[in-house]
């Protein structure tokens, strides 16, 4: 039998929570990142498995972000699900690139099918956001995965998952872009022309407000998704 190169892993995956087993060919740093493919219906209930720390990954990025620096990335990509860890990342929307507007921003998601990362920054540069596996739109109705989770910076990094309690994950409208709700506000919540935000404590993340006010204006905002 021939040997395998000491870079080159072979995992056998087999699991009850798996369609079926099979045998992947990877590289040993890639296998770090690894999760077993399992039905979507389960990663909406489990933790997903993050990096171990020190990979130190940073995604490449088709554009520079005026909002992220390679630790802010660091840490984001590290609680990604690790199938979309190792994406290259594609700047979808800025309000420095193409003026405040929901509708815009919208349009510009229109026909994707990735995941999107959305990054606020308010005027007393809180840097804060959401993850979601389904692309912003419009729709009558919450939609969303339980992969669906809400992150903020200064001065420490937090990441707030779904809580499981209900289902408010993401809705799209018309007037505005809400992120989680149930109780007395949304988590995120932010107008038409994209000047104005909310953010409160809710259920559905039990989260700390993302700003230091529950009502705030926005600065810059950018839309990424993630391609592989």
């Known amino acids: 039998m021939k040997l395998l190169p000491e870079n080159i892993q ?11 087993p099979y045998v992947e060919i990877i590289r040993v740093k890639d296998s770090k990142r690894r999760l ?3 039905s979507s219906e389960d990663s909406e209930v489990e933790e997903p498995e993050y990096q171990e720390e020190g990979d ?9 972000s005026q909002l992220l620096g390679d630790q802010d990335l660091e840490q984001l990509v590290a609680h990604l699900p690790a ?5 290259s990342w594609q700047l979808v929307y800025s309000t420095a690139v193409h003026g405040s507007s929901l509708k815009t921003m919208y349009r510009n998601m229109k026909g994707l099918d990735s995941p999107v990362l959305l990054v606020v920054k308010d005027m007393n540069k809180k840097v804060f956001g959401a993850f979601s596996t389904v692309p ?11 992969e669906t ?26 007037d505005s872009l809400q992120i989680g709700g149930g109780g007395n506000g949304f988590a995120l ?20 407000p993302l700003s230091n006010q529950e009502d705030f ?6 839309v990424w998704t993630m391609q592989s």
């Open 10 to 20: 072979v995992l056998y995956i087999a699991s009850s929570n798996c369609m079926e």
């Open 36 to 38: 077993s493919l399992c």
């Open 56 to 64: 130190d990954a940073v995604p490449v990025l088709n554009e520079h």
């Open 83 to 87: 199938r979309i860890q190792c994406h």
């Open 136 to 146: 912003f739109r419009v729709s009558k109705y919450y939609y969303g995965t339980g």
């Open 149 to 174: 989770f809400l992150f903020s910076f200064n001065p420490t990094f937090q990441v707030y998952r779904w809580s499981g309690e209900n289902s408010y994950l993401v809705n799209g409208k018309m």
């Open 189 to 208: 919540w932010l107008d038409a022309d994209l000047n104005h935000g909310a953010s409160f404590s809710c259920p559905t993340f039990h989260n700390a």
């Open 217 to 222: 204006i926005v600065q810059d905002l950018e």
